[in-house]
């Protein structure tokens, strides 16, 4: 299916708000550019790559054409994505004319409500309409709990003598992420689709969006051929774990093979790490399989979940990787998958 898509105007949108009561004063001296770092990746292609402990969480990115900009990703908060559109309009004076969401998960999709407040059309994946709103909220504690851990820190900031710092510095960090958690409104893509491929044009700048499964269930990618560059959302990953709560490894390594096949020589822009030669894609392809390895040899020695979990360790290479917070876990996911036990 080849679509060419022109949006007049935003379909509408469900939006579910939380409610929001008065907040404590937070210092507002925190640069916007602890969130992400721009990268350009080449002419009219960005990505914008997340800083740890700031407010982006996942990367996002951006297309500029003629006629148009395209935004890859609104990362985990409204504040995070405000500050992109910035850097956006620092960049060019064309106006963003989509953005899409590459999956659910909340560090990719917190700042939607910006879009949709600007009239900005936002697709995504059909199964995005049952689980943006849902299954979101495991990664945003709920509104009492979250007002109660920022007033805890500012009182233990109103608590710390001003000659100390680094521990003042960082109670503002916790406020300001509180803060911007409890501003978070989850909301759905205006435009789906399912399958085959849907192709945006920014003027004479052309991107396609197709989807592959593996990662969530409802990943869409985008390559924009005329600079030979892939964003890929979750589905791929450079020097990082993944996270495998939503995952089916069994799709994911064929359709990462399916992608490096088709695109051996893109750069590719990965939902958490730097900017990705295919090489790299490729380690964290090969990191799925010898996951997927590891735990089949555990079930045909007789290892139960919870030996599993406590006897397979991180092989050697990919100790450097980012989220290693995830290793336990994924052998866990890995193993229910393979038991047929894994929630969907």
Not at 55 to 65: E, H, R, Y
Request: glycine share 6%; net charge neutral; aromatic share 8%.
């Amino acid at each position: 299916m080849r679509t060419r898509i022109f949006l007049l105007g935003v379909v509408s949108v469900l939006v579910l708000s939380l409610p929001r009561t008065a907040q404590l004063e937070v210092p507002t001296h925190l640069k916007a550019d602890d969130n992400f770092t721009l990268s350009k990746v080449t002419d009219g292609v960005y990505a914008a790559i997340a800083k740890s402990g700031g407010l982006a969480s996942g990367n996002a990115g951006f297309v500029v054409g003629s006629e148009g900009v395209l935004l890859v990703d609104t990362f985990f908060t409204p504040t995070a994505v405000e500050d992109l559109l910035e850097t956006i309009a620092s960049e060019t004076k064309q106006p963003i004319k989509y953005a899409i969401n590459t999956h659910y998960h909340l560090d990719h999709t917190g700042g939607n409500q910006v879009l949709t407040a600007r009239s900005v059309p936002i697709i995504g994946h059909e199964n995005l309409i049952a689980w943006q709103t849902t299954k979101n909220r495991r990664f945003l504690p709920a509104t009492e709990e979250l007002q109660k851990r920022r007033s805890d820190a500012a009182k233990q900031l109103s608590e710390i003598p001003a000659d100390q710092a680094d521990k003042r510095t960082t109670l503002e960090r916790q406020l300001k992420r509180f803060d911007a958690m409890l501003a978070i409104k989850l909301t759905n893509p205006t435009v789906t689709f399912g399958s085959g491929t849907l192709h945006l044009f920014l003027g004479s700048t052309e991107v396609i969006l197709f989807t592959l499964p593996g990662h969530t269930g409802g990943d869409i990618l985008a390559y924009v051929p005329s600079a030979n560059v892939v964003f890929t959302g979750d589905m791929g990953g450079r020097k990082t774990l993944p996270n495998l709560v939503d995952a089916t490894v069994n799709d994911w390594i064929p359709s990462l093979d399916q992608l490096l096949s088709k695109y051996p020589t893109a750069q590719f822009v990965p939902g958490h790490g730097a900017v990705a030669t295919a090489a790299e894609i490729r380690e964290f392809r090969d990191y799925l399989f010898d996951l997927r390895a590891r735990v089949q040899q555990a079930r045909a020695d007789g290892l139960s979940l919870e030996q599993a979990k406590q006897q397979l360790k991180l092989p050697d290479k990919y100790k450097a990787f980012a989220f290693q917070n995830f290793a336990t876990p994924n052998v866990e996911d890995m193993y229910k998958e393979l038991v047929g036990t894994k929630a969907k």
